[in-house]
């Protein structure tokens, strides 16, 4: 998802002045972190869907920071004010969906214990009148 701020250049235009100021290369984190340089360069963009989502976004900008040199934690802060659902990895809609999945479903069980009671029921009244009506 890309975002402007009113800030200068938005979040990712604030991590390329950092790198910048520090002189060091897109390169030079690329080759401290494993982090593919399409990646960074996404991140400096402030193209999110480019870069993993969640846990995994603020572990790159945490290493960013590092390699920049500056104290990472306010960094991700920042990202999670200007990207909240990419950073957090939950969306609104996706926490509702996660509280669905994991309340229980009250009615399902117990239709399918009766349905079973029925058939078995209905399988020995059917096996009582084979024996004894001889059929």
């Known amino acids: ?3 402007t701020d009113e800030r200068v250049g938005g979040f990712g235009g604030r991590l390329r002045q950092l790198r ?3 002189g060091v290369t897109l ?3 690329a080759g401290a972190t494993n982090i593919p340089v399409a990646q960074l ?3 400096e963009r402030d193209d999110i869907r480019r870069v993993p989502g969640g ?3 603020r572990a790159i900008v945490r290493a960013y920071a590092q ?3 500056v104290d990472p934690e306010p960094i991700v802060r920042d990202l999670i004010a ?3 659902e990419d950073a957090t990895g939950i969306s609104h809609a996706s926490a509702v969906d996660y509280e669905k999945a994991t309340t229980p479903r009250r009615g399902l069980p117990g239709v399918v214990v009766i349905t ?3 058939l078995l029921l209905l399988v020995a009244g059917l096996s009582w009148l084979r024996t004894t009506m001889g059929w």
């Open 1 to 3: 998802m890309k975002r």
């Open 20 to 22: 910048e100021q520090r």
């Open 27 to 29: 390169r030079q984190i």
């Open 41 to 43: 360069e996404a991140l």
């Open 55 to 57: 846990i995994f976004l």
């Open 67 to 69: 390699e920049v040199g």
């Open 82 to 84: 200007s990207f909240p």
């Open 116 to 118: 079973v009671v029925v």
